[in-house]
């Protein structure tokens, strides 16, 4: 029987509490295997049907989110204990969540993706899908799934 050689570790970030316990889980992971962590934040694409594309030309195109989302997410490096943590780097892309998070696995042979459900059932669930399912169906890798309001397998003090 081999064990997993885990080298690289990634965490999607949504800025939401349960994403910040799954970056303590994921850091707690990556030291645990001198693995490299990436934080990993999306700026949802902004979908509209064709009849909205004037509206696009009243507003003008979205702004640059993405030095707003790396600072907040290095930022967030201060708030988890990842000394231990061989190497960490933070990256923001710009798309569909799970299929950013799922084509970004893939493209940087990650070995584990440590991800918060945030527990959407019923109506919510059926109109905002799923991040953490699909990503599940769909990743090339181990994915560890954190119930939004499940035990946590790290220090809370940590």
């Not at 694409?45 to 064709?50: E, M, Q, V």
Request: charged share 20%; glycine share 6%; hydrophobic share 50%.
């Amino acid at each position: 029987m081999s064990m997993l050689n885990i080298r690289r570790v990634l965490v999607p970030i949504d800025f939401s509490d349960h994403s910040v316990r799954a970056l303590a889980h994921a850091g707690a992971l990556a030291a645990t295997h001198e693995a490299a962590l990436t934080l990993l934040h999306i700026i949802e694409d902004p979908t509209f049907p064709a009849f909205y594309e004037a509206a696009s030309a009243v507003y003008g195109p979205p702004p640059d989110l993405t030095d707003e989302a790396d600072d907040a997410l290095r930022g967030l490096l201060d708030t988890v204990d990842l000394a231990a943590v061989p190497s960490v780097t933070c990256e923001v892309q710009t798309g569909r969540a799970a299929s950013a998070i799922v084509d970004w696995a893939e493209a940087h042979d990650t070995d584990v993706i440590v991800l918060a459900s945030h527990g959407l059932t019923g109506l919510k669930h059926l109109l905002m899908g799923s991040v953490a399912e699909t990503v599940v169906q769909r990743a090339p890798c181990p994915v560890f799934v954190l119930k939004a309001f499940g035990k946590s397998l790290v220090d809370p003090a940590a």
